[in-house]
């Protein structure tokens, strides 16, 4: 039932959270518990984990888990399949940030599907577009080189809120046309929101964020510039000036889907590299090549998952779903599918070219990837030019905490 | 500002203004023309824009772009022929005004 972006209204279906809430059509034998993104294994390793999936569980199965209870897939195939099929498997209610009911608003574009998903992509897609994002290049370099200054003359830093944190975050704002001295701010709302896994902390940071974004968008519509906050303020896709809500729910999702990936991106392939001088070798031996570096690099450090909910019944691999079913496509295991990346946990910058999962596919495929891409190739670049060789610091503990997008806790490096 | 006509696997075809710098693959979809997917965006990293250059314009647009673009195009869902390009990578131009491509029955 395609839903209507302007009047939101909660969705209807369930969630089942716990053993006792095991819909009955789950085959006990497809039951696991198994602990991904809360499990102490999962948490001592989350990649390693991740890959291991494929030689301990089904390809489908039914977790069960704290954080709700849902299909797992982790095949390459059928991940494109259910991502590339949303009138089986919907986008609609199928994200979990909590929201004010008697406030209800739907996340734009992500939980709209076709074929009104299309109307709002082509208001911010050129922005967003290999060439559009190619305008912003220079002044990631200078970003990148500003916060170099900061700590090269130290020998070390702490590189997830000296580097990793505050350059996408940086980026971003500058994108989207907010002040820059948001950026501590915004920072800790999004881990709130992403890393608490507390939902009473989640519903209270998504109530700071409310509260900034509407009065951040009553100021863009007065006084119009050239950010994206302003650009879909002022958007009328077909003469039709969006409403408040949509406005609202485009804004906020940027922000939730803008702020921590690229983060914990450039911390997973820091901490990699760190211990990989042989990698950070071979990247300064190839310049030429620094595209397939950075897209091996997100293949091999993705860092986050696609949710979907069945809008029929369906089956596949023998596996029998229900309509109402929440599906969670685990794709950094799906960029681990040995049948499509053989030896997968193995970097290799020459593979041949394959459809990876970092950005999801389908119509919801990530509008950030090719800023992602960007900015991963130029913290490169700029950084080993500057820092040619680096390593963990002795004694640094790496650790990993729950939530949806995957990355270390914080990590000092030397040079 | 040049056009391009999208030919569908029906032979139902769509005329649109693509303007001078943007490539095929947007022209399709900010115009509505099914047929192109186009889902990542232009990254050469899906072959879900995959198209078959007229025959008539073969020669003035020419052969995939990029090595990137000729390995993606050999795992194109749909048959790959000689005339095959991924439309993200044709940038449009006045030489290419009046464009014909063809759409492939699916991109997945």
Known sequence: MPIDAANPVPPAFPRHVGMDQVPDHVPPELIRQSGLTVGPEFLAGPHDFMAALHEKQPPIYYDVSPMGNMWHMLKHEDALFGLRHPEIFSNEGATPFPRDPDDYFYFIPIEIDPPHHRKYRNIVDPVFSPKGVLKLEEQIRRRSNDLIDGFIDKGECEFTEEFGRPLPVSVFLDIMGLPQDMRDTFVSWAMQLLHSNDRAIMGQAMQSITVYLKEAIAEKKANPDDGVVSLIAHAAPDGVPLSDKEIFGFVCFLFIGGLDTVFATLNNIWLYLAQNPDKVQEIHERPQDIDKVVEELLRRWSVTFSGRVLDQDYEMRGVKMKKGDRVTFILPACNFDPEVFPNPLEVDFDRPRRTILAFTVGVHSCMGAHLARLEVKIALQEWLKRIPSFKLKPGTHIEYRPGGVIGPENFSLVW | ?108
């Not at chain 2, 490539?23 to 965006?41: S, W």
């Not at chain 2, 439309?87 to 063809?102: K, R, W």
């Open chain 2, 1 to 108: 500002m040049p056009k391009v006509t999208y030919v569908d696997y029906a032979g139902n075809a769509q005329e649109v203004d693509v303007p001078v710098g943007e490539n095929v693959m947007h022209g399709a979809l900010y115009h509505g023309v099914e047929g192109i997917v186009g889902e990542c965006g232009g990254g050469l990293s899906c072959a879900t824009c995959h198209c078959y250059i007229d025959d008539a314009w073969t020669q003035k647009v020419g052969g995939p772009s990029s090595d990137i673009e000729a390995e993606l195009l050999e795992a194109a869902a749909a048959e790959v022929k000689p005339t095959s390009r991924l439309s993200c990578q044709i940038e449009m131009t006045d030489a290419l005004d009046g464009l014909v491509v063809h759409m492939p029955e699916s991109q997945y």
